[in-house]
């Protein structure tokens, strides 16, 4: 093993595989609008000095002095894709639980099949 490692993962590995696992983390509990919004307002909040600050509360919560469409086509665009994320994510989730419900109605099925010792009239095609 080279100097720094441990298992075999460097210590620059193990950052980026801990850093991942907590946006999943974040993801999962808050959903992508949620941690997006997340994000951003701590970013705000670290890096923005007060003025920038004001600006972004008069400019995008407020409205005012709105002159160029620019900065709402960006908001418009990043908000559809963080719902398109969250969209393609909830349907992920549910085609696993969805499975998961099938492999767990036919693991009972089977078991109702084997202390019968007959198959069963909804497995066979019969009803």
């Known amino acids: 093993m080279a100097k720094g490692e441990k298992n075999g993962v460097t210590a620059g590995a193990a950052f980026w595989i801990s850093s991942a ?22 970013f705000v909040v670290r890096y923005a000095s007060d003025e920038q600050k004001r600006d972004i509360v008069d400019r995008y919560v ?3 002095g709105i002159s160029e469409i ?5 908001v418009v665009i990043l908000a559809a894709l ?6 393609w994510s909830h349907k992920k989730t549910l085609a696993l639980k ?12 089977q078991l109702q099949e084997l202390m019968a010792k007959k198959t069963l009239a909804h497995r066979s095609g019969k009803k």
């Open 70 to 74: 620019f900065p709402i086509i960006g």
């Open 98 to 109: 969805d499975a998961e419900i099938k492999r767990i109605g036919d693991e009972k099925s």
């Open 21 to 42: 696992n907590v946006l999943s983390v974040v993801v999962q509990t808050f959903g992508w609008p949620g941690t997006v919004l997340a994000f951003v307002g701590a």
């Open 62 to 64: 407020l409205g005012r």
């Open 82 to 87: 963080v719902v398109g994320a969250q969209s």
